[in-house]
Nanobody, 121 residues
Framework: QVQLVESGGGLVQAGGSLRLSCAASGTIFRVNVMGWYRQAPGKQRELVATITTGGSTNSADSVKGRFTISRDNAKNTVYLQMNSLKPEDTAVYYC???????????????WGQGTQVTVSS
């Protein structure tokens, strides 16, 4: 069984910062790409940023220069440092991970439960 547990969400004023964490635990052989997505009320879930095992990153244009994704491979943990937050960043933030639970070459996608980020104006 694999679990992704997020933490670090909350309420912050515009211009402030938050750091989200997401730790994968359970039966894990290898974690490949990890990422953050978000879903605002009435909108579809959208990509925020992803990071490979080697550290290559990809991020949405709306967060470039403000958000930084990183990971600790030894801890199977991904982070999202969010600076210069705007009210439009308000959403539930979800982490995901593509991983192999065993040495068998089958990759599965897992999601966290989500953490609320609210940015007040």
């Amino acid at each position: 069984q694999v679990q992704l547990v997020e933490s670090g969400g909350g309420l912050v004023q515009a211009g402030g910062s938050l750091r989200l964490s997401c730790a994968a635990s359970g039966t894990i052989f290898r974690v490949n790409v990890m990422g953050w997505y978000r879903q605002a009320p009435g909108k579809q879930r959208e990509l925020v940023a992803t990071i490979t095992t080697g550290g290559s990153t990809n991020s949405a244009d709306s967060v470039k220069g403000r958000f930084t994704i990183s990971r600790d491979n030894a801890k199977n943990t991904v982070y999202l440092q969010m600076n210069s937050l705007k009210p439009e960043d308000t959403a539930v933030y979800y982490c995901n991970a593509r991983l192999l639970p065993t040495s068998a070459p089958y990759e599965f996608l897992y999601w966290g439960q989500g953490t609320q980020v609210t940015v007040s104006s």
